[in-house]
């Protein structure tokens, strides 16, 4: 077992659509826990990131933590055509130095 | 604007050659990392360093080696390209300390060994 799960997807919404995105784990010493986006052919970015259980807001994107269930969703409002991309959950221990990816999951947003 | 850049975008190599990725960044960033992603695998860790001379193996580290002689720069090599090394390989840096989660990415560089 994968110690993150992610739905590789593809996820096709139309513009307007609010878009869930969710990953598991299985440490529950993962403290740290952030969102990455990567367009195609470039590299990931950071989107958002949240220490411990709790939500984060950041404009129409929403990362939420709750660590009694090990999962973390990023919620996308409004969606729209330049958010496709691929999103990759990804999270880290306290004290760590290196993150623990998802495989990502394919968003395609349509007109 | 942060910034990291790596050497080629596109690399198509013969097996057995050695090859060279070079990555710089110019933020000064202590962490620098080289993973591959693959589909339904994701990204992997090779190597990272922490300082200048400093490497630790990452979950993958097989058939590949690092070298960091400057602060800026970070370089993977393969000893010998084999066939099942054919991916993209992106590199990152991060400042460390408390920043250590933050990763920025260069745009990766896709290896095709034949």
């Known amino acids: 077992q994968k110690e993150v799960e992610q739905d590789p997807g593809p996820l096709s919404v139309p513009e307007g659509a609010i878009v869930s995105l969710n990953c598991t784990y299985s440490?529950?010493?993962?403290?740290?826990f952030m969102w990455y986006r990567q367009y195609s052919r470039k590299g990931p970015e950071l989107l958002m990131y949240?220490?411990?259980?709790g939500n984060k807001e950041d404009g129409r994107f929403t990362a939420q933590v709750d660590k009694s269930s090990k999962y973390i969703s990023l919620f996308i409002r409004d969606s729209q055509p330049s958010d496709s991309a691929t999103y990759l959950c990804?999270?880290?221990?306290?004290?760590?130095?290196?993150?623990?990816f998802g495989t990502g999951t394919q968003l395609k947003v349509e007109l | 604007d942060v910034k990291v850049t790596q050497s080629s975008r596109y690399l198509v190599k013969r097996t057995g050659e050695k090859v060279f990725l070079e990555c710089v960044q110019d933020?000064?960033?202590?962490?620098m990392f080289w993973y591959r992603q693959d589909p339904g695998l994701g990204l992997r860790l090779i190597y990272f360093?922490?300082?200048?001379?400093?490497?630790e193996k990452g979950d993958i580290p097989e058939g590949y080696s690092v070298s960091r002689e400057k602060k800026e720069r970070f370089s993977l090599i393969l000893e010998s390209a084999s066939t099942n090394q054919t991916s993209m390989y992106l590199c990152?840096?991060?400042?460390?300390?408390?920043?250590?989660?933050?990763?920025?990415f260069g745009s990766g560089t896709q290896l095709s060994v034949l």
């Open positions: 933020m000064d960033h202590e962490n």
């Open positions: 990804a999270m880290i221990t306290g004290g760590g130095n290196k993150l623990t």
């Open positions: 990152a840096s991060s400042a460390g300390g408390e920043a250590n989660e933050k990763l920025f």
């Open positions: 440490n529950s010493a993962f403290q740290y």
């Open positions: 949240t220490y411990s259980s």
């Open positions: 360093s922490y300082d200048v001379k400093m490497k």
